[in-house]
T-cell receptor, first 110, second 115 residues
Framework: GDQVEQSPSALSLHEGTGSALRCNFT?????VQWFRKNSRGSLINLFY???GTKENGRLKSAFDSKERYSTLHIRDAQLEDSGTYFC????????????FGAGTQLIVIP | EAGVTQSPRYAVLQEGQAVSFWCDPI?????LYWYQQPRDQGPQLLVY????????NSQLPSDRFSAVRPKGTNSTLKIQSAKQGDTATYLC?????????????FGPGTRLTVL
């Protein structure tokens, strides 16, 4: 939606390298979620952050509510990391409705 | 713990036909969401429920779309008289108000093609 600007829209990485995805929010978000869409089309939960940073294996995410952005860092990319990554912001209105970015299509090259 | 389940996984219709999608949220999750995801776009909320009550259906095309969650558990999304523009993946998600997190968990979706 127009409240979430996600970049880049597409990204190619060689195996073993890394990069960062970013989401800028046009309004204050209470929390952010990051997802990866797998080959079967399912959205896999990667992170939920209300503030600060979280790390899980080769993935690390940060969220700054005041500065209105979130990042997802991928290091040592593997072929199975290929897919479309989405961020989604929760504005804090009743019950946590999510506003999604348009996604980043990641291709990891051997 | 079972995740969010949806059926069918795929549907192909002619314009003007009706279709229903079914969602079973994670057990104990009181909030259920329906999203529409056109190809190559992020999901967009259609409607969501807390228990059996509709909280927000402002994005639901009310003349052809309807959604119910009569017992506060499973939910059905129905499209009457489908149009080609309805071609998209329909995602169901659930969350729980318990604790400090409103993390949403998504089902595999129903991919709808309207010819």
């Amino acid at each position: 939606g127009d409240q979430v600007e996600q970049s880049p829209s597409a990204l190619s990485l060689h195996e073993g390298t890394g990069s960062a995805l970013r989401c800028n929010f046009t309004t204050t978000m209470r929390a952010v979620q990051w997802f990866r869409k797998n080959s079967r089309g399912s959205l896999i939960n990667l992170f939920y952050l209300a503030s600060g940073t979280k790390e899980n294996g080769r993935l690390k995410s940060a969220f700054d509510s005041k500065e209105r952005y979130s990042t997802l860092h991928i290091r040592d990319a593997q072929l199975e990391d290929s897919g479309t990554y989405f961020c989604a912001g929760d504005r804090g209105s009743a019950l946590g409705r999510l506003h999604f970015g348009a996604g980043t299509q990641l291709i990891v090259i051997p | 713990e079972a995740g969010v389940t949806q059926s069918p996984r795929y549907a192909v219709l002619q314009e003007g036909q009706a279709v229903s999608f079914w969602c079973d949220p994670i057990s104990g999750h009181d909030t259920l969401y329906w999203y529409q995801q056109p190809r190559d776009q992020g999901p967009q909320l259609l409607v969501y429920f807390r228990d059996e009550a509709v909280i927000d259906n402002s994005q639901l095309p009310s003349d052809r779309f309807s959604a119910v969650r009569p017992k506060g558990t499973n939910s059905t999304l129905k499209i009457q008289s489908a149009k080609q523009g309805d071609t998209a993946t329909y995602l169901c998600a659930s969350s729980s108000r318990g604790g400090s997190s409103y993390e949403q968990y998504f089902g595999p979706g129903t991919r709808l093609t309207v010819l």
